[in-house]
């Protein structure tokens, strides 16, 4: 047992690796018998341990121990910062160390291309170099997550990174960045940049950041976009969302509501790929006093107690928006079937809490369909049939991500061809891809030509170079300069 530190020899360095990933992983290497790594502190160092190489055990000669840090701490940090529960936290922590496993396959992805004989003793061949120094602004509801997308990324691929988190939550980037220089990454491969619009114009404007990646607003990254590409930078520029949630009369009931609940509410709703806005398809509108029943169940609370189902929103201002939003809503004549305006969580009656609340009878033209309301709230459309239900989609700008709930393989097909949003979920509700795909918003919530992370990812901060070769098999004079274009195939 390896509690706390972990040994640096041979494969040991993976069973590191992987720790880091979970409180407790345990590899089995027979029907009686596991290893179990488990992070903590060493109580009982030894010099030497024994490790399981391809089976066998090998006595290690390694002197040296390295640190384990907990993620649990980058956790806790962001529940103290953000106010997100613990739970949720550690997803936000979670899904960003998944990026950074995958960039672990950067030869694989890093692989160039090679065309042999395209003519008489001629090659050519391709390969991706670093751009240089790259910059990335990222928001305040993943603090951890965000930030992992973009800098492993970026310096896998050979570049050094300028990160300028959200003033709201600054901590963790900090720790993040402190875990880096803990690794051994060399002075300056990582630099952290603190402030507001100064800060932003800084990065846009600096001739040496080559590429910009941003996650946040409508407002600021269209601002980014414009200003960075204007000063000839690559931009990427994950932005806004509206994300539907289509709920057809045949899906599975208790299954849909449970996950539409917890994909509407989850995080207070301060989620780019919250499910925000559901459309009710035929029959299945029947379903919204049990929809209210559930959500009603939830536990809001400080993010650090335990049992809380949600937190509070990161400000006073974030509160009066939401709650400002919902009741336009009551005014352009919609009807708020559950409202959590006026929650109070005792002993933190000046927190910045709005219960789960639910909208319904909307219409694409109100306030609370238009806006991004970035709250626990829920807005429920109805519609007669499934083309109604694509149609109102198709007209809303935005295209981060949605999600369809149906027991039928044709239906979903039919939704995920007719669809124009770049993530698609079926009976799936926030359907984020995995690190090996790539995070592929569209429309209104994306500017920019190459996505976050996966392959995507490696093409974005790096570039192509090809070149041509030729090397005569004859070491003979060139009789007569040739004038014309190369043929393929010809000499």
């Known amino acids: ?206 001739p040496a950041i080559k590429a910009i990646s941003f996650v946040g607003s409508n407002q600021a990254g269209e601002y980014i976009y414009e200003r960075g590409s204007h000063n000839g930078k690559r931009v990427q520029s994950n932005m806004g969302a509206k994300n539907h949630g289509v709920i057809m009369p045949d899906a599975n009931k208790e299954s849909t509501l449970n996950q539409l609940v917890g994909a509407a509410f989850g995080a207070a709703g301060q989620r780019c790929m919250a499910l925000s806005t559901t459309i ?75 219960g789960p609340t639910i909208i319904t009878n909307v219409k694409p033209h109100m306030t609370c369909y238009k806006e991004e309301i970035f709250g626990p709230v829920l807005v429920v459309l109805e519609a007669d049939t499934l083309d109604d239900a694509i149609e109102t989609i198709n007209q809303n700008p935005y295209g981060n991500g949605t999600a369809i709930f149906t027991s039928s393989g044709a239906v979903a097909r039919k939704f995920s061809n007719e669809i124009d949003v770049g993530q698609i979920g079926i009976n799936v509700p926030i359907p984020v891809p995995l690190p090996m795909l790539s995070f592929t918003g569209s429309r209104a919530s994306f500017k920019g030509d190459i996505n976050f992370y996966g392959k995507q990812g490696f093409n974005f901060y790096t570039q192509v170079k090809t070149v041509t070769t030729q090397w005569k098999a004859e070491d003979a004079a060139i009789a007569s300069p040739a004038v014309n274009m190369p043929v393929m195939g010809r000499q």
């Open 1 to 206: 047992m390896v509690s706390g530190r972990v040994m640096v020899s041979g494969r040991v360095v993976q069973l590191a690796f992987l720790s880091y990933c979970s409180t407790t992983l345990t590899v089995s290497y027979s029907k009686t018998m596991a290893l179990r790594v488990v992070l903590g502190r060493l109580t009982h160092p030894r010099s030497t341990t024994k490790l399981l190489i391809d089976g066998k055990f090998v006595e290690s000669s390694s002197q040296d121990w390295i640190d384990v840090h907990n993620p649990k701490e980058l956790a806790r940090i962001i529940t103290r910062e953000q106010g997100k529960t613990l739970a949720d936290a550690e997803g936000d922590v979670f899904r960003g160390i998944q990026v950074v496993e995958h960039c672990c396959s950067i030869t694989s992805l890093f692989l160039g291309e090679i065309l042999p004989s395209i003519a008489r003793d001629m090659d050519s061949y391709s390969y991706r170099l670093p751009l240089g120094v790259c910059a990335g602004v990222t928001p305040f509801n993943f603090p951890a997550m965000i930030p992992l997308w973009m800098f492993p990324v970026a310096l896998a691929c050979g570049n050094t990174f300028l990160l300028k988190p959200s003033e709201r939550v600054p901590g963790t980037s900090m720790l993040l960045a402190q875990l880096l220089a803990d690794a051994g990454a060399p002075a300056g491969t990582l630099s952290i940049i603190h402030g507001q619009h100064a800060a932003v114009n800084f990065i846009c404007d600096h």
């Open 280 to 354: 009710m398809v035929g029959e299945a509108r029947s379903w919204l006093p049990e929809l209210g029943e559930k959500a009603k169940k939830l536990r809001v609370n400080a993010g650090d107690q335990p049992g809380a189902d949600l937190g509070p929103l990161i400000s006073p201002e974030a509160k009066k928006r939401v709650c400002d939003i919902v009741a336009s809503a009551e005014h352009e004549g919609a009807q708020i079937l559950l409202d959590g305006r006026d929650i109070t969580v005792q002993g933190y009656e000046q927190g910045n809490f709005v």
